[in-house]
């Protein structure tokens, strides 16, 4: 298994421009979280994903923000207009949502930075 | 709701020491825990996790923890530290499908 694929792995833009990061979920897995890690706030979650449906999305820090999951194996993190305060690491983890523990699996992150 | 306390940001053992990293949680239901390690420049992957079957877990790597319901614990421990044990470490809890992340902590390993 491939495990979690995101991309860019790094990403550097302007102040104002749209950003988009991408995930592909494991295969089979039906949850999908997107996290963002800082070293002010550490590891937070934005958003989650049930069957391709967002359940929980108190975590997006304002209206720049929005994500999609518009099948299995696609999930994308809109940011427009950017701001520098936006720099982080995102991750992208997915789970098997079938039994209590709900391991995730993360991926390596996108590293974005904003001028 | 539950959450997770990381006491020590930074711990600094040396080499083939003991290595104990502590997690302290708060839940209104018996927890899920779990330890995560993030190696530089790379995600989170999943060391060992507590679902009530066993209060000692044993996870990769050598590590393990132990659940302690009476001190609210579940710290994280390697009886001999490798060079590659050098990352961060978090503990997280699961409520309601999502797990919440400790603060982390940079564990050093000196030569």
């Known amino acids: 298994d491939a495990g979690v694929i995101q991309s860019p792995r790094h990403e550097v833009t302007e102040m104002g421009q749209e950003v988009t990061l991408r995930c592909k979920p494991i295969s089979g897995h039906n949850s999908l979280f997107w996290y963002r890690q800082t070293m002010m706030r550490g590891l937070e979650l934005l958003i989650y994903f049930n069957n391709n449906v967002p359940i929980d999305d108190s975590g997006m820090p304002e209206d720049r923000f929005s994500a999609k999951m518009p099948n299995a194996s696609f999930s994308t993190l809109k940011i427009q207009p950017s701001e520098p305060r936006d720099s982080a690491v995102y991750f992208c983890a997915s789970s098997l949502r079938r039994d209590s523990y709900n391991e995730q699996f993360f991926g390596p992150g996108t590293r974005l930075t904003v001028l | 709701a539950q959450s997770v306390t990381q006491l020590g940001s930074h711990v600094s053992v040396s080499e083939g020491a003991l290595v104990l990293l502590r997690c302290n949680y708060s839940s209104s239901v018996p927890p899920y825990l779990f330890w995560y390690v993030q190696y530089p420049n790379q995600g989170l992957q999943l060391l060992l996790k507590?679902?009530?079957?066993?209060?000692l877990v044993k996870g990769i790597n050598g590590f393990e923890a132990e659940f302690k319901k009476s001190e609210t614990s579940f710290h994280l421990t390697k009886p001999s530290a490798h060079m590659s044990d050098a990352a961060e470490y978090f503990c997280a809890v699961r409520g309601n499908e999502k797990l919440t992340f400790g603060t982390g902590t940079r564990l050093t390993i000196i030569p």
């Open positions: 507590y679902t009530s079957a066993a209060t």
